[in-house]
């Protein structure tokens, strides 16, 4: 495996001199704060010191410190042997963990044995789902049934729900929920999310996809759920070799399932956006907000999706940290989506406008929401970067400075139970942090103005993030 990331130069003990700590939680600043670190750990905050003798320094004067940054929906251990790069991106964005969105019983297999790569400043996986459920495991309610058994036993944190249908989905989600194993990922064109709410669904990521959470939200619901929506075909039997060419399949849809729109599929996106009712959604808020049903909008997945010959994506001057091999396979993607009718491009691309609606009234309303991008693998989305194009985009939305940086580190650590001990700067707390030259409670811009990197216990400055990125450039390999 290539090697981006050495070793930091300060680690195990030191301390971040005269910095201000930003209180993620109440949105309030403490200035002229000494943070002594050890062993990974917020050992002491205390006030700034004229100077610190028997360890190591950082000057922190002028910067603010937040916790590190969450990618809530990444698929970096897609390729597990060729992960290197993608991590260096992370840890050069301040990105310090993820949740891995597609497993395998050999990933998860080789995460109980310990053999998964873990080069120097990697984020921490902070969960992994088994097998995608898709018509070939999960085409009846029987088979979804028997796979949600099966990933339980085999030691997935979640079920990630991708190409299924009605009858498997709901049955997949009411055995999860008996056994107590989460599920999240997409909800079929057929399934309403009230139901799936209700159900006891973990987290709904993109908004959906497509019409479901918009029509939910469209006085004209009943009409628009009238049309059924069109279905993946995927072979529901198991033959010798049908897991490597499900997968193959896959991995070609990712890169942008935009390409596989209908035209009847984009009208009916358009109806349900022409015919939004906002007391409707602010019905379906309060509902995910009472049962717990967490979003995870990504919306840089979804511009990259619905705008994938953007300028701002085709001639994207980070493409330099990926592979060539890759951008080729995004190219592809994109002349698919161009060959869309006028009309289906049309629609998808005013249905931004609607996407971005929907993730304020979410955000307003209170329904719990976290940071993700659907980094490696998906057309257009580069690691690490990507999250702060997802910050920009929130902030598009209307979202305030400080619910977008909640949304990368205390939601996260809520959303996965660690908020007694990731999440915050905070003594006793993980000492995963960075370093801002600016406050974010202003400008969610400043998120971007990363200083420097605490990660694992090491110290990345500026200068050594700076050096990664020049070795990802002079050979890259990032998926």
Known sequence: MTHYVTTPAIRDSFVIRDVTVVDVLGGTLVPHRDIRITAGKIALIDAAQDEVRDVESVDGSGRFVVPGFIDGHAHALNTPDDVAGAYALMLANGVVGFRQMSGSPALLADRAAGRLPAPTGAPEL????????????????????????????????????GMTQHDGFLAALTEATRLGIPLAGHLPGDVDPRDAAHGGMRCIEHLGPGPTVFAATSCCEAE?????????RIPGVKIPGMDRIVGKLIARLVVNPA????????????????????????????????????????????????????????????????????IKRWRKATHRFDKLPEATRAALRDHWEAQLRMTKVFAEAGVPMIAGTDANGAGWVIPGFALHDEFDHLASAGLTPLKILQMATSEPARFFGRGDTHG????????????????????????????????????????????VLARLEADPTAR
Request: charged fraction near 25%; proline fraction near 6%.
């Open 224 to 232: 628009i759920r009238a049309v059924p929506p069109k279905q993946i």
């Open 424 to 467: 915050r700067v905070a003594a006793g707390f993980n000492a995963d942090l960075v370093l801002l030259d600016r406050d974010p409670l202003i400008d969610h811009t400043a998120l971007h103005d990363v200083a420097g990197v605490v990660r694992d216990g090491g110290w990345w400055s500026r200068q050594d993030l700076d050096a």
């Open 126 to 161: 902070l969960a992994t789902p088994g097998m995608l459920l898709t018509p070939m495991n999960a085409a009846t309610a029987e088979a979804a049934t028997d796979e949600v058994r099966a990933q339980h036993e085999q030691g997935a944190d979640f079920i990630k729900a």
């Open 259 to 326: 390409t596989r729109t209908s035209p009847t599929a984009a009208a009916e996106l358009t109806r349900a956006d022409d015919t939004f009712d906002a007391d409707k959604a602010a019905e379906l808020a309060a509902l995910f907000i009472e049962h717990e049903t967490w979003q995870c909008p990504t919306l840089i997945r979804l511009h990259t999706q619905q705008f994938p010959d953007a300028t701002e994506h085709q001639h994207d001057p980070r493409l330099k940290y990926i592979d060539a091999a890759e």
